[in-house]
């Protein structure tokens, strides 16, 4: 579902799942699932290593829907974030745009919550 989510705002780029990697669900005004897979492109068969996305989803009475969908770029470590709410070993992308959006190296000053609405 997440990758429909992103092939339909990434025309050209449409990955198919190869593997779900880690996922964490928590609650908090609804069931939020934040997951990491693995995916390759549909269209380029030269390119067979997966690249490694990152998913919010959200459920609510209607379901489960899909509130982001990015592709990480593992070569960049520093573009890596972490939410606070989940496992370390569940990777986000560090400029945000999902719940509980916090970077990894936020000093314990400036720490804040980072929920908004
Ligand atoms: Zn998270």
Not at 7 to 26: C, I, P
Not at 45 to 71: I, M, Q
Not at 96 to 104: I, Q, T, V
Request: hydrophobic fraction near 35%; aromatic fraction near 12%.
């Amino acid at each position: 579902m997440a990758l429909e989510h992103y092939n339909t705002t990434n025309q050209g780029d449409e990955h198919e799942l190869v593997e779900a990697v880690e996922s964490n669900a928590f609650v908090f005004n609804g069931v939020w699932i934040h997951a990491n897979f693995l995916a390759k492109p549909i269209a380029d068969s030269s390119c067979d290593v997966p690249n490694y996305f990152f998913a919010e989803l959200k459920s609510d009475y209607t379901g489960f829907y899909c509130l982001s969908c990015v592709k990480m770029d593992l070569g960049e470590p520093r573009k890596l974030g972490g939410c606070g709410l989940c496992p370390r070993q569940i990777m986000h992308p560090v400029d945000g745009g999902y719940r509980g959006a916090k970077p990894f190296n936020d000093s314990p000053t400036t720490e804040r919550c980072a929920f908004t609405f």
